[in-house]
């Protein structure tokens, strides 16, 4: 097999593997990087809640409190951000504290708003 069939046929396997919605769309969130310091963090988060993101669910008592951690309630501010925005020119960029993936983050009752 020639080395630029063998190319195709990797790229077109990488594109069938990333998850799609039934229309066409990929399915995608905003999280939290790991590797962003706390204190950056902090700022993104705040400016998120600031901006626009739903930050109710992430106080004490709410559905996406727990876990109780910086990186946790991060992404879900800028999910929430990032999905009422993504279609009005809003990125998933938080000054290089998020990231995009294609895994649904949601756990237990904390569900992350997808929206097409």
Not at 19 to 44: R, Y
Not at 46 to 65: F, L, P, V
Request: charged content about 20%; aromatic content about 12%; glycine content about 4%.
């Amino acid at each position: 097999m020639s080395s630029a069939l063998l190319r195709i046929l990797l790229v077109l396997l990488f594109f069938s593997s990333i998850p799609q919605k039934s229309d066409g769309q990929f399915e995608d969130w905003c999280i939290a990087d790991e590797q962003t310091p706390d204190d950056e963090l902090q700022k993104a988060l705040d400016w998120a809640c600031r901006n626009g993101a739903d930050c109710s669910k992430i106080q004490e008592k709410q559905h996406c409190y727990l876990p109780n951690t910086l990186k946790d309630h991060a992404s879900f501010a800028f999910n929430s951000y990032y999905q009422k925005m993504k279609n009005k020119g809003g990125s998933c960029y938080f000054n290089a504290a998020a990231i995009i993936t294609d895994l649904d983050p949601s756990h237990g009752s904390c569900k992350y708003e997808l929206l097409p």
